[in-house]
């Protein structure tokens, strides 16, 4: 305590949960080479619930620590502040990778598949079919969780949280669509260079999808749970600023993968 009083920062105490969740992560990965090899679905299911358990006690304590025990001072979160940026600057050279490989392939088709692009035996398809309709949704969804930012800053909660509520459900609806859209298409990730980047770049979108779903469900339960006044609200914050990351990289997918070579 006397820490605390004498500087503005938050000095953690010791915490089981990274040796653990590291742990639970290689168990994780693990049970995903038992799953190819071997089709062990058990331990997969397993290690899943141990690391979702982790994460779980582990957002408690930070709970705990910024909303009961009034760690998080206005110096402390500036820095949270500061890391949800470089974090999101790190994922957008992530997904910056994998456009160069597009564009390196595909503005200048080697000899390997044909000297074309899409390679032979690609069937392109529609952009203006579930494309479209995916990209309608995360726009929308874009929409409705500006409009839950600005309720919850003008104290408005009860709009706030069924803005956040709509948010959601188009979020979990443009998953279902993609889940769809791969049953439907002609080729798979082994099909050349294209099938491998495609399936790669709207697999680790999708991904990016669920996580942003999850965050926005702990901000909604959060919500409701009433941790958050008109000032004080970073989690859920952090979510919107995350979701609207990930729609700006679908509109990039969509142009590029979808749009410009059909």
Do not use: A
Not at 106 to 127: A, M, Q, T, V
């Amino acid at each position: 305590m006397n820490n605390f009083l004498n500087h503005p920062y938050h000095l953690v105490t010791m915490s089981p949960w990274p040796l653990i969740l590291s742990i639970s992560l290689m168990n994780l990965m693990i049970s995903i080479l038992e799953l190819f090899f071997y089709k062990n679905f058990m331990l997969l299911v397993f290690n899943m619930f141990l690391m979702l358990l982790c994460m779980f006690q582990w957002w408690r304590d930070v709970i705990r620590e910024s909303t009961f025990q009034g760690m998080h001072t206005i110096n402390v979160v500036k820095g949270i502040y500061l890391g949800m940026i470089l974090f999101i600057i790190s994922e957008v050279f992530f997904f910056i990778s994998f456009f160069w490989g597009f564009f390196h392939m595909s503005l200048s088709p080697s000899i390997e598949i044909g000297l074309i692009w899409p390679p032979k035996g690609i069937n392109s398809f529609d952009p203006y079919d579930i494309p479209m309709l995916n990209t309608v949704i995360l726009l929308s969804s874009g929409v409705s969780i500006t409009w839950s930012h600005n309720m919850m800053v003008l104290n408005k909660k009860f709009s706030s949280m069924m803005g956040l509520l709509i948010t959601l459900v188009l979020g979990l609806y443009f998953s279902l669509v993609q889940i769809y859209e791969y049953n439907e298409l002609s080729f798979s990730i082994s099909d050349s260079v294209y099938g491998s980047l495609f399936y790669m770049m709207t697999g680790f979108h999708g991904i990016h999808i669920i996580v942003g779903s999850l965050f926005l469900l702990v901000s909604l339960i959060r919500m409701y749970s009433m941790h958050f006044s008109f000032n004080h609200f970073f989690c859920f914050e952090g979510s919107i600023w995350y979701w609207h990351f990930v729609d700006v990289v679908w509109l990039f997918l969509y142009l590029i993968l979808y749009w410009w070579f059909n």
